[in-house]
Every structure is written in C-alpha cells, then in structure tokens.
Nanobody, 121 residues
Framework: QVQLVESGGGLVQAGGSLRLACTASGRIFNINTMGWYRQAPDKQRELVAVQPSAGTTNYADSVKGRFTISRDNAKNTVYLQMNSLKPEDTAVYYC???????????????WGQGTQVTVSS
C-alpha cells in the first residue's frame, strides 16, 4: 500500500509565500516522477509543476518564475515553494507520484488527498 501525504497549505495574502510538502510512504520500489497539480472550484485539475527523477522540470506558464519544485529522493518527498502568490492561485493542490511497488510491475500514478491553498486579495 502506498500513501502520499501533503502538508503546508493554508490562507495567505496576495504577494505572500507558502511551501507545500508531500511524502510518499509504503511499499515503494522506485519513484519516477513527482509533481503538483491543482484544482480550483468549477475548473479542471491542471498541472502546476512536475519533476522527473532525471530530466527537465516542467512548470505551468502561469507559475513560472514564482513557484519552484524540488525533491528529496532519500525522503521520497517533493516540495513546492510558492512565492508572489495571487488570488488566482487559490485551489486544492494535489501531489502525484509515478512509482513502482515492485521491480517487475509497471509504473502507476498515486495521488495525495489534497491540501487547500487560499490567497486573499
């Protein structure tokens, strides 16, 4: 069984900062990609930032220059540093990990439960 647990959400004024963290635990053989997605009310879930185990980090255009994703592979943890927050960043933020639980299995996507980020104007 694999669990992803997010933390760090909350209420912040526009221009402020928050740092999200997500730790994967359980029966994990290898993690490929870890990333963050968000879903605002009445909108589809969208990619915020994704970091593969090797390769280029990918950011949504709307967060480039403001958000930074990083990983601590030893702790199976991914972070999202969010600066210069705007009211339009308000959403539930979800962590996703693409991982294997066994060397012979395929990679599958696992999601966290989400953490609310609210930016007031």
């Amino acid at each position: 069984q694999v669990q992803l647990v997010e933390s760090g959400g909350g209420l912040v004024q526009a221009g402020g900062s928050l740092r999200l963290a997500c730790t994967a635990s359980g029966r994990i053989f290898n993690i490929n990609t870890m990333g963050w997605y968000r879903q605002a009310p009445d909108k589809q879930r969208e990619l915020v930032a994704v970091q593969p185990s090797a390769g280029t980090t990918n950011y949504a255009d709307s967060v480039k220059g403001r958000f930074t994703i990083s990983r601590d592979n030893a702790k199976n943890t991914v972070y999202l540093q969010m600066n210069s927050l705007k009211p339009e960043d308000t959403a539930v933020y979800y962590c996703k990990a693409r991982l294997k639980t066994n060397p012979v299995f395929n990679y599958y996507d696992y999601w966290g439960q989400g953490t609310q980020v609210t930016v007031s104007s």
